[in-house]
């Protein structure tokens, strides 16, 4: 079965996003996001509630940041395919826009989980485990 998962775009008031290193790179720098799991809810008969709680659960996890699923706007989804040799199969990768922030929150992962830090996009674009599905999102970003 192919991994659906989710990924969180959040914007300080500089424009930079909320990045997560990469559990066997921390130099690759990805967004918040990770797989749905049956604790978020029934994805067949609750499919957007449920991705919404998905996905503030992981920005919560990896950031510190918190949300209520209905800030959340979804911009995008499709196959993320992990380009780094890392292994992760390709996913259904649904992914949020959260709101702007007006302050720049300090980000501070939960224990266990990879540093995460506010980064320019060009980071996340074209390289790392996920940069073409990254560039994706960007360009529609900047079409909204």
Known sequence: ????????????????????ARRHDPNSWGLPGGKVVPEDGDLVFDLDNTLRRAA????????G??????ELTLVYAGVCTDES??????SITFT???PDTVFEP???ASEGEP???WNEWAV???SGAFGNYNQRVFNILLAL
Do not use: S, Y
């Open 65 to 70: 940041v918190t949300h209520q699923p209905e």
């Open 115 to 117: 540093e995460a830090r």
């Open 106 to 108: 300090m980000l501070e």
């Open 1 to 20: 079965m192919v991994p659906i998962c989710v990924a969180v775009v959040l914007h300080n008031h500089d424009g930079k996003v909320a990045t997560t």
């Open 96 to 98: 949020f826009e959260g």
């Open 56 to 63: 503030v659960r992981e920005l919560a996890e990896e950031t």
């Open 124 to 126: 996340l674009l074209g």
């Open 85 to 90: 040799g890392g292994g992760n199969p390709d």
